[in-house]
């Protein structure tokens, strides 16, 4: 028998055509869960793997110490637990501590210029004056292409005098360059080179999105390439400026492969001159690998405060923005009214 009810003229009951519209939408509600927990398995399973039990791990570690028996000679080795002493003896290194303020120099000195050449090189490439853009494109973002060992290889042996013509040329002209005796600038020069072409392109992106209308409205109302891009073009593109400045900031807490390569070469860049340095150090060169995970926990939660202040920030001045047109306009509608 069917499972509707017959009512005259050969149609159902309005209580059967009820149930099975409830019946359809509860089946249509739970469908889409099949397939967005397919696609999303594959990231799951990676993210855990490759990030959440990494981190587990080294907070694991950063508990523990090893213990020694037997004076170097034979002997056993013990994991003891030590709770926060890994992270005291970390906080307590002035090694550590002076790795972060020399990462905090070198954020000082990279991000703003390194922001600044990008951002004006893409408004540069989005003008209408601008000529061959794919050959500049391409040839800007060439040297994100090298690994950053080899271009900190490169960069070295062109610091290194006797060596580097560019350095051999300048003494010749009178100009004394010691590039190792103060090695700051010449780590930021190496970044900047890698990156500024990679966050060019970024930048071009977001303008090439922006409407046209937009910008021929601000021409018809007078506005020279100066003011467009700094009044409509830059605010237009805020967003993709605070993801590239955010990101940048994470990078520079990560500083490591640079200075380790000037490292063999350069007397100020010590074995501990960043902390990802120091915790390098500590686990492959001390074997202390309770120091190195706490330590590395410790750099970890430094990035995630520093990315949550910089987020926040640029969010209540974005906020602070877009609030006073909106008050100024509320104010006009008010007096219009009066």
């Known amino acids: 028998m069917s499972g509707t009810t017959p009512v005259p003229g050969g149609g159902t009951s309005a209580a059967a055509r009820g149930g099975s519209a409830a019946a359809a939408g509860a089946r249509r509600r739970r469908a889409p869960f099949g397939a967005p927990a397919v696609l999303l398995a594959p990231f799951l399973v990676l993210f855990t793997a490759c990030t959440l039990i990494p981190i587990g791990y080294a907070v694991y570690l950063s508990l ?5 028996s037997g004076l170097g000679f034979g002997g056993t080795t013990t994991q003891v637990f030590t709770g926060i002493g890994n992270y005291t003896r970390a906080l307590g ?3 550590f501590r002076d790795g972060f303020w020399n990462t905090a120099q070198y954020c000082l000195l990279y991000i703003p210029l390194m922001l600044g050449l990008s951002l004006a090189v893409a408004l540069l490439l989005d003008s209408a004056l601008a000529r061959a853009k794919r050959f500049f494109q391409l040839a800007l973002f060439l040297p994100h292409a090298v690994p950053g060992i080899i271009a900190a290889l490169v960069w070295t042996y062109l610091y290194t005098p006797g060596i580097s013509p560019v350095v051999d040329a300048l003494n010749s ?3 004394q360059v010691d590039v190792f005796g103060h090695p700051l600038p010449a780590i930021v020069n190496i970044a900047v080179w890698e990156w500024t072409g990679y966050n060019m392109v970024i930048f071009y992106a977001a303008l090439q999105a922006i409407p046209r209308e937009v910008l021929e409205a601000a021409v018809v109302d007078g506005a020279g390439p100066l003011r467009t891009a700094f009044s409509v073009k830059i605010p237009l593109i805020r967003a993709s400026v605070v993801m590239v400045g955010l990101f940048t900031v994470i990078g520079s807490l990560q500083l490591f492969t640079e200075p380790m390569i000037l490292h ?3 007397p ?3 074995s501990t001159w960043t902390p990802n340095m120091y915790s390098y150090a500590a686990a492959f060169e001390r074997n202390d690998y309770g120091l190195a995970a706490a330590s590395s926990v410790l750099l970890a939660l430094a990035a995630a405060a520093l990315s949550v202040v910089v987020t ?10 877009t609030s006073k047109p909106a008050r100024q306009r509320a104010e006009k509608r008010t007096e219009t009214a009066r």
């Not at 926040?312 to 923005?321: H, I, L, S, V």
């Open 173 to 175: 002209a009178g100009a």
């Open 93 to 95: 290194d002035a090694a």
């Open 264 to 266: 063999d070469v350069a």
């Open 64 to 68: 523990f110490s090893e213990r020694r």
């Open 268 to 270: 100020g860049v010590v």
């Open 312 to 321: 926040r920030f640029t969010r209540d001045r974005g906020e602070k923005r």
